[in-house]
């Protein structure tokens, strides 16, 4: 599949809600594996986040298209003297095509051309087998430095368990 690229815009914001939601959350995140449908429920994310980084400096919210639709997003920013990646999402019905490869591949450019970092990092869950071993084969490693999960805090999601946390993945640019 061909993407094109571009940055998310104030009037994108209700389309990367959906998008977003439904690659993590509810049954329609099934139809591919990303989901964490297991793990949490409730939002995802929200229109004031994403309206937030957007607007942030040294942030950017990469969107990805093919034929004029949006397939794919992600957030690439600076946050503690690195590039930062997160909320990849890739529509469940795409998903397993290369278009999250194209879309790290891009913001990772991003990161190193743009933002002038030299090193890429994300949080994933840690019980996220599945997701970790993604990003391992494409050069992520992790670091063994774990941070807790925002129990409580709804603008995260519900936990559907106690035992969540996030570990911290690096990659050299």
């Known amino acids: 599949m061909n993407l094109t690229y571009r940055h ?3 009037a ?4 990367l809600v959906d998008l977003v939601t439904s690659a993590y959350r509810g049954d329609a ?3 591919g594996w990303t989901t964490e449908a297991d793990l949490l429920d409730g939002l995802r994310i929200d229109a004031e986040r994403i309206a937030a980084d957007i607007e942030r400096p040294q942030s950017v919210i990469l969107l990805g298209e093919s034929d004029g639709d949006v397939v794919a997003c992600a ?6 003297g690195a590039g930062y990646f997160g909320m990849f999402s890739v529509r469940p019905n795409l998903q397993g095509h290369g278009i ?3 879309m790290l591949t ?3 450019r991003i990161a ?9 990092r994300m949080t994933v869950i840690d019980v996220r087998d599945e997701l970790i071993d993604y990003y391992a ?14 129990y409580g805090d709804d603008r995260f999601g519900i936990p559907k368990r106690p035992d969540l946390r996030f570990e911290v993945l690096e990659k050299s640019l």
Not at 12 to 15: C, F, Q, V, Y
Not at 137 to 150: A, D, M, S
Request: aromatic share 4%; net charge neutral.
């Open 12 to 15: 994108d914001i209700p389309m």
């Open 137 to 150: 084969r494409r050069g992520y490693q992790r670091t063994g430095i774990h941070k807790p999960f925002p």
């Open 75 to 80: 957030h690439v920013a600076v946050e503690d």
């Open 8 to 10: 998310a815009t104030p």
């Open 112 to 120: 190193r051309d743009e933002l002038q970092q030299s090193a890429m």
């Open 100 to 102: 999250g490869k194209l």
């Open 29 to 31: 995140s099934r139809a």
């Open 106 to 108: 891009e913001a990772e």
